[in-house]
C-alpha cells in the first residue's frame, strides 16, 4: 500500500470541531483492514530502531494506533488521558490546542526513570498536546526517544515546538 492510498483513506470535514478547521478524519484508514495494517507497519519501522520501552498515546485516537504498535514492536502502552480519568495517582500537564485548551494526566509509577519512551498521536497539528506528553514523560524521568504522527499538517509548523526531538509523521499536509 502506497503513502497515496493511505491519504486517500483520510477524510477532510470542514469546520469541526469548531468553524474554519479543517478536521483530518482517520476513521475511514482504521476501518480499512489493508491500510490500517500498513499504517502501523510503518509506524513500526521508524520506531523499531529507537528501540522504546513504552509508547505513551492520548485518548481517544492516540489508543488505537498506540496499542496496536506496542502490540506490533513487542513493548509496552501507557495511556495518557483527560483529568479525572486514571484511577491511581497521576502528574498532570496543560497546553493549548489548535482549538481551545486541555490537560493530560497519566499514572505517576507508569514510566521508570530512564525508560526509552515514543509519544504517539494521530495528527501533528499546532504541537501543544505532543508537548505536553513530553512533558509528561521528562517529569517522570523517561527519555523522549521519538515524536511520532500518522499525519503532519506541516502549514501549522507543530514540529517547531519539538524542536530537539525525533519527529516523524506517515502522511504530511
Ligand atoms: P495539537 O496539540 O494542536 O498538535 O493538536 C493535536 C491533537 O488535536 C491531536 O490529538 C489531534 O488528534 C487533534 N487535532 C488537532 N487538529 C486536528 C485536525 N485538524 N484534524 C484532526 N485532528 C486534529
Redesign the pocket.
Known sequence: MTELDLRSKIRDIEDFPTEG????DVMPLIADPAAFRASIDRLAAWAGPRAPDVILG?EA??FIFGGALAYALGCGFVPARKPGKLPWKTVEAT?A??YGTDSLQVHSDAIGSGQRVIVL??????????RAKIELVEQLGGTVVGALFVIE?SF?H?RERLEGYDVHALIEY
Open positions: 478547521i479543517l478536521f483530518k492520548a485516537r492516540g497546553y490546542l489548535e498521536d494521530d495528527v501533528l497539528a499546532t504541537g501543544g498536546t505532543a499538517l501549522l507543530g
